[in-house]
Structures are given as structure tokens and as C-alpha cells.
């Protein structure tokens, strides 16, 4: 539960959170964490995941020309996708995910057979874990939002954007790696 914090949610919005105030917050992290997982394995086999409510996960393929030879580089990217009326005051990269990448949304069968919770669980959890994000945007509290192996969605500066972890990007691209971490900057 590294990094893991927990915030307060007034009397007016608890009727927005069941969930997240019926679970405790090392349940909280054990979906997170399964979420983490289940997107990482996407992103290996090429393939995106959507939040929605936050963004799309993917891999993009890129050519780059070195002195003598060109490398296909696959790379992690995340585009947000959250109501602009929450980021009227934040900055965040804009991020262009081929038409031809499968982009699925988030396997709530896969995550309940991974933690043993029933899918709606996870569902609500999810859903209300991004509308409680948002919220902390809107209200200019810079919480990161972090994702397990992958990396960390942050605000710094007005700017909101993924980090993706080093061991992630090399992970995911072996060949080319360190040409991938120069160009992911998501």
C-alpha cells in the first residue's frame, strides 16, 4: 500500500461512494492492484484498456531513423479522458492512439476471477474510485493516481499526465527501450 492515502469525503457526497466507504483500503489497493495487472497484460499483447470516466491505455508502434538503421518502437500511452469542465484550470498531452489498436474496456470477469470479489463490486469500486479523483481534481487537490508496474498519473504544476514507471516501458519494449523511454512522455 505504498503511496496509498486515504480522503475524506463529506456528509453531503457519501450517497456518491457506497462502495468505497463499505470497503476497507487494503481492498481498495487489492482492486486497484488487479486493475494494474489486468492493464499491464493488455498493454503487452498490444492491445488498450479504457477507464471510463479517465482515459485509455495503449501501445503505440513508432518509427524512428538512427544514423544507420530504423527502429520500431513500442511505447505505453494513456489519454485522458475525463469531462473537460473537471480540467478547465489543468494542462494535460495530447495523445493521438492509432485507429488500429484494440481498445477494449476493463474486464470485470478477468478482475473477479483475479480477486474474489463479484464484478459489480469491482465495477462500483472502479467507478467511484475515478468520480472521487475527479472530484479532488475539480477541487484543486493534486492527489497522483497511482497504477501498480505501470506508473503514476500526476499533477504538477497545473500539468496532469502519466508517468510511466522505467521498468514498465522497458518491459513492455525489449529492443528498443531506450529509444522508447526518450519518446514517452505521457
Not at 6 to 27: G, K, Q, Y
Not at 39 to 50: A, C, F, N, S
Not at 51 to 67: D, K, N, R, S, Y
Amino acid at each position: 500500500m505504498e503511496g496509498c492515502c486515504t480522503v475524506a469525503i463529506s456528509l453531503e457526497l457519501r450517497c456518491l461512494f457506497p462502495r468505497l466507504l463499505e470497503l476497507s483500503p487494503t481492498e481498495v489497493v487489492a482492486i486497484w492492484d488487479a486493475v494494474s495487472a489486468y492493464i499491464l497484460g493488455q498493454l503487452k499483447l498490444d492491445k488498450g484498456v479504457l477507464l471510463p470516466g479517465l482515459g485509455t491505455f495503449a501501445m503505440v508502434h513508432e518509427q524512428f531513423h538512427g544514423e544507420d538503421e530504423v527502429y520500431v518502437v513500442r511505447r505505453p500511452v494513456f489519454r485522458l479522458e475525463m469531462d473537460n469542465s473537471l480540467l478547465q484550470e489543468l494542462v494535460f498531452p495530447t495523445v493521438v492512439i492509432p485507429g488500429n489498436v484494440q481498445i477494449s474496456p476493463l474486464n470485470y470477469k478477468w478482475l473477479s476471477r483475479a480477486t474474489s470479489f463479484p464484478p459489480h463490486v469491482l465495477e462500483d469500486c472502479v467507478q467511484e474510485t475515478i468520480l472521487l479523483y475527479s472530484f479532488q481534481l475539480r477541487n484543486r487537490q493534486r492527489l497522483a493516481f497511482s497504477f501498480k508496474d505501470i506508473g503514476v498519473l500526476s499533477c504538477k504544476d497545473d500539468v496532469l499526465c502519466m508517468r510511466f514507471y522505467y521498468d514498465c516501458v522497458t518491459g513492455l519494449e525489449s529492443k528498443a527501450s531506450r529509444i522508447a523511454l526518450l519518446h514517452t512522455v505521457s
